[in-house]
Structures are given as structure tokens and as C-alpha cells.
């Protein structure tokens, strides 16, 4: 009986012992664990913004021509429509439809009165009624529309009285405007902060010449604007080669890390 006590106690005791050891264990553990935390806290989660750069491919509205190369790129890219054309219509709502960002083109008078103007340009000495009466019939004509960018326009641009009522319209509608920057007079910038209205202005133009190398260089131009500036706008048109070289430099823009975007994301 007294052994059978004695062998009791012992595993008792074994036990014990091996309870308080694995509780130093542990205890030895989680202080460590605590130590390693505060000498190397989690970072905290963070995410960096990439480059943007928005493209935006003007003067759509005259043909189809170019209108499946364009769909093919699959990329957030943004179209400016000429109002009042055949086309107009069709492709805005072709693109609105297959994930293209469309703006109205809107023709405004140029200084250069050689340059042969639009249907629906909108002049600087037209009357109140007559301005507003010919931007809604052009709005009407591009369903779909995100925003307002300048076809020609250099005189047009530079009158303050002028875009004060255009861009009155334009918060209204809620519509931003891409001021394609063709004078280096234009009061578009400071209209449009006095108007709350969201704008952008053109970083660089794509292509001025239609040569595939070209382009590509300008395409280099606005990702390294986009890298510099953390956002850049370049402007082309409906061209085949135009819309071929932006394909062909899609790669190399996600290899330096800058995102194509649309219109709308950069617009302040």
C-alpha cells in the first residue's frame, strides 16, 4: 500500500514538474515573440498610386475606318467626337458600349480663319441664345458624353466671356473639359477653376506627323511626363498609325509602371 503511495506521489509529482516546465517554455516563447514585434513592427499597409496617363484620340466622327482597330486595343482609352457628323452618333455609342470614354470635340472659332470650320462651330461674336442653342444641338448629337474638349478654338479659347458661358454649362451638365492647349493665351485653366468645373490640359500631342516612329517617340514623351508628374495627357487623332503605335507601346508603359487611364481619372 505504502509503495503503491509512494508511486502516486511520484507521477504526480513528474507531473507537475512537466507542466511548470512547458508553462516556462511557453512563457520564454511569447516573450521572445514579444521582444522580435517590438524590435521589427508590421509595416503598415500601404498602397502607391502609379503614374497615369491618359490618351485621347480626337476628330471621330467622319468614318468607321478605324473603328474595330481602336476596340481591339482594349484599353482604357478616351475619344473625342465631332458633333453634328454622320458617324458621330454610332461611334459614341459603339465605344460607350465596348468600354471607350467618349467627349465632345467641340469646334470653336480659330484665329486662323483659312482653317476650314465645322459644322455647329461656335464663334465669338455669336449672341447668348445663339451659343447655348448650338452647344445643345452638338451635346445632343454625341450621346454619352463624360466631357468637353476644344476642336480648334484658338480665338475662341482666349475669350474669357465666351468659356465663362460654355463652362457655366458644362457644371450644369456636369461635364469636365480637356483644353487642348492651342494658344498659349487661352483662359480655359482659370475658367474652369472659377466655374468648379473639372479640367485637364493637354501635355503633349501624338501625332503631329504621321510616322509610326514618331508617334512612338511622343508616346515615350507622355510616359515620362506621366513619371515626372505623376499624370500627363497626350493628344492624337483617328489614325491607323496612330492607334498601331499606341498598341505597340501598351507594353512598355506597364513595364515603367505607369497605368492608362481615362480622361475622367485625371481631371481635377
Known amino acids: 500500500m505504502k509503495n503503491k503511495l509512494k508511486i502516486s506521489i511520484l507521477i504526480l509529482a513528474g507531473l507537475v ?12 516563447k511569447n516573450a521572445r515573440l514579444k521582444k522580435a514585434l517590438a524590435r521589427k513592427p508590421y509595416p503598415a499597409a500601404t498602397v502607391r498610386a502609379a503614374s497615369m496617363a491618359a490618351i485621347v484620340l480626337d476628330d471621330w466622327g467622319y468614318n468607321t475606318r478605324n473603328l474595330n482597330a481602336l476596340l481591339s486595343l482594349k484599353e482604357p482609352i ?14 459614341a455609342e459603339q465605344a460607350h458600349n465596348n468600354a471607350i470614354e467618349v467627349i465632345l470635340h467641340l469646334p470653336l472659332e480659330a484665329h486662323d480663319s483659312r482653317k476650314s470650320p ?3 462651330t461656335i464663334y465669338t461674336y455669336m449672341e447668348r441664345r445663339e451659343v447655348l442653342a448650338s452647344l445643345q444641338r452638338s451635346i445632343e448629337s454625341v450621346p ?8 480648334q478654338g484658338s480665338k475662341a479659347t ?10 457655366g454649362e458644362f457644371r450644369k451638365k456636369n461635364l469636365y473639359f480637356l483644353d487642348s492647349l492651342v494658344t498659349n493665351n487661352s483662359v480655359c485653366r482659370r475658367v474652369a477653376a472659377e466655374t468648379k468645373v473639372k479640367f485637364a490640359a493637354r501635355s503633349v500631342f501624338l501625332d503631329n506627323e504621321n510616322n509610326i516612329d514618331y508617334i512612338k517617340g511622343q508616346l515615350a514623351e507622355l510616359l515620362s511626363l506621366a513619371k515626372q508628374n505623376k499624370f500627363a ?3 492624337g487623332h483617328d489614325r491607323p498609325l496612330t492607334i498601331k503605335a499606341i498598341s505597340q507601346m501598351v507594353p512598355e508603359f506597364r513595364r515603367q509602371g505607369v497605368k492608362l487611364v481615362y480622361l475622367s481619372e485625371v481631371v481635377k
Open 144 to 151: 454619352n458624353i463624360k466631357g468637353v474638349s476644344n476642336h
Open 17 to 28: 514538474l512537466f507542466q511548470a516546465a512547458s508553462i516556462g517554455i511557453l512563457w520564454v
Open 118 to 120: 465645322e459644322k455647329g
Open 233 to 235: 495627357v497626350g493628344i
Open 158 to 167: 482666349e475669350d474669357e466671356g465666351l468659356m465663362k458661358l460654355l463652362f
Open 78 to 91: 478616351t475619344i473625342s467626337v465631332l458633333p453634328n457628323l454622320p458617324y458621330s452618333r454610332q461611334i
